[in-house]
Each structure stands twice: as C-alpha cells, then as structure tokens.
T-cell receptor, first 111, second 117 residues
Framework: SQQGEEDPQALSIQEGENATMNCSYK?????LQWYRQNSGRGLVHLIL?????REKHSGRLRVTLDTSKKSSSLLITASRAADTASYFC???????????FGTGTKLQVIP | ETGVTQTPRHLVMGMTNKKSLKCEQH?????MYWYKQSAKKPLELMFV???????ENNSVPSRFSPECPNSSHLFLHLHTLQPEDSALYLC????????????????FGPGTRLTVL
C-alpha cells in the first residue's frame, strides 16, 4: 500500500492566497520530500525535510513535519498562477533509495 | 531543466510492436529509476539500478525489460504491451547515499507519454 497520502486531492484558490497541502504516511521515515509536477511533465524536487527536523523554509515554501502524527504539510504563501501544478509528497525509509510517492494534490491558482 | 532527458516524448504503439524508451542523465549520478504514472494512481516504481546493477524490480511484467549499459543511460524495452500499459513513463536519477542524506533527492526527466492501441 502507498506510503504517502496527500490531502486534499484538489485545491482551487485565488492568486495571492496561501495554499496548504497535507501528507500522511504510515511507517517511520528518514526524510520526506515534496515534489511538483506540471501537467504531463516530470517531477521537480522542491524541498526535503529530515526526520529530525520540524520545519523548513525555501522561498515561499514552508514545510512542517510531525513524526509523532506521521504527517507533513506544505504551505505556499502568496500563490501565483504559475504555482498551478500537482504536488506530491515522497517518503524515504529503510535503506536504499526506497522513495514512495503519494497520489498528489492538484492545485489550481486562479489569476 | 533537471539534467535528465528522455526520448521519445510521445509514443504510440500497437500491441504487437517492440519499442524502447531511452533515458540519459548528465548529473554524474549512479542510481537510475523507471516509474509508471497512470491517471489517479500513485507513481509506481518499476525498476532501480545502482552502479548499473538492478537492485529493485517491483513485480513488473516481463513485457517490460530494462537495460542499464552504464550509469548515465537507462533503457526500457517494450514488447507485446497491453492497452492498460498506456501511461506516462518517468525516468529519474539520484546520487547513491546511505539514507537520510540530501542525495535521496531524485531528478526526473520529462517523461514519455505512451499510448498502446
């Protein structure tokens, strides 16, 4: 069964608003990553947070990790139309490049 | 761009055809991956190669045959596919790491959109 599960499945907001996406997972992890995918294209790595970190920032992105609840959130502040994409969380656990992706959140930012 | 290229970008094939997908990474990584992405399903890991050796085969049907001649190139040979194999096939690469290191980050190619008629 899949490791990461994003919530909501789809999100539509106005430009300038903040977008929050959540990810829950089942087993212990070494790190959690967020990726972005524009329609029909490859995934692009956004940010990685390690299991001993609680919060991380990168530009307009803020990621939190709560290992006790096995959950993470991705916040995009001051969203832009160009942020329209699908966002996936991916968990890395065990040894060897075993990265498991969720089903993604489809974000639409309306200009 | 991410430094990972895939060709062709689109492929339409019949069930009796044989075709190959190609992936090349220019990042000096030593691990490469094939994923299948179907609508409304999680990204499915198909194969992992590390230093040209296959380290993972996720119960993929034998009609998909990977080949990794060197650390920079990865192929996926296709034969007698089924319509349900139509999907976006993504290649990725990463640097080998113990675990929990930034090298777990995967760099994806743009994908090959495959349609099986």
């Amino acid at each position: 069964s899949q490791q990461g599960e994003e919530d909501p499945q789809a999100l539509s907001i106005q430009e300038g608003e903040n977008a929050t996406m959540n990810c829950s997972y089942k087993t212990s992890i070494n790190n959690l990553q967020w990726y972005r995918q524009n329609s029909g294209r490859g995934l692009v790595h956004l940010i990685l947070i390690r299991s001993n970190e609680r919060e991380k920032h990168s530009g307009r992105l803020r990621v939190t990790l709560d290992t006790s609840k096995k959950s993470s959130s991705l916040l995009i502040t001051a969203s832009r139309a160009a942020d329209t994409a699908s966002y996936f969380c991916a968990t890395a656990s065990g040894g060897y490049q075993k990265v498991t992706f969720g089903t993604g959140t489809k974000l639409q930012v309306i200009p | 761009e991410t430094g990972v290229t895939q060709t062709p970008r689109h492929l339409v094939m019949g069930m009796t055809n044989k075709k190959s997908l190609k992936c090349e990474q220019h990042l000096g990584h030593n691990a490469m991956y094939w994923y299948k992405q179907s609508a409304k399903k999680p990204l499915e890991l198909m194969f992992v190669y590390n230093f040209k050796e296959q380290t993972e085969n996720n119960s993929v049907p034998s009609r998909f045959s990977p080949e990794c001649p060197n650390s920079s190139h990865l192929f996926l040979h296709l034969h007698t596919l089924q319509p349900e194999d139509s999907a976006l096939y993504l290649c990725a690469s990463s640097q080998d790491s113990a675990s929990g290191a930034p090298e777990d980050t995967q760099y994806f190619g743009p994908g090959t959109r495959l349609t099986v008629l």
